[in-house]
């Protein structure tokens, strides 16, 4: 029903910048809200990002000030910023939308930031 690709990451040094996009298709309504999640080896899954259709923006503590989150130009698509990048910002990074009562994800792409 609803497909999410993302693209964009890989890896960069600390201090560095990384931007991930993400397009979403099939039944994504007006109304619903997308981010990103991350999960690094040995932990549990996090919200980073989010982002509703009527413009709430919140991120994780972690990474206020060095994230920014946006609508891409074309539909249903969604962007992650990422500066000052830092080692323990090295995860699977994940597109995720909240649709019609339920969650979809993407199939994640690798992040990592070396010292």
């Known amino acids: 029903q609803v497909q999410l690709v993302e693209s964009g990451g890989g890896l960069a040094q600390a201090g560095g910048s990384l931007r991930l996009s993400c397009a979403g298709s099939?039944?994504?309504?007006?109304?619903?809200?997308m981010g990103w999640y991350r999960q690094a080896p040995g932990k549990q899954r996090e919200l980073v990002a989010e982002?509703?259709?009527?413009?709430?923006?919140d991120y994780a503590e972690s990474v206020k000030g060095r994230f920014a989150i946006s609508r891409g130009n074309a539909k249903n698509t969604v962007n992650l910023q990422m500066n000052s990048l830092k080692p323990e910002d090295t995860a699977v990074y994940y597109c995720?939308?909240?649709?019609?009562?339920?969650?979809?994800w993407g199939q994640g792409t690798q992040v990592t930031v070396s010292s």
């Open positions: 099939g039944t994504i309504l007006s109304i619903n809200t």
């Open positions: 982002l509703t259709s009527v413009g709430y923006i």
């Open positions: 995720w939308t909240w649709t019609g009562g339920r969650n979809y």
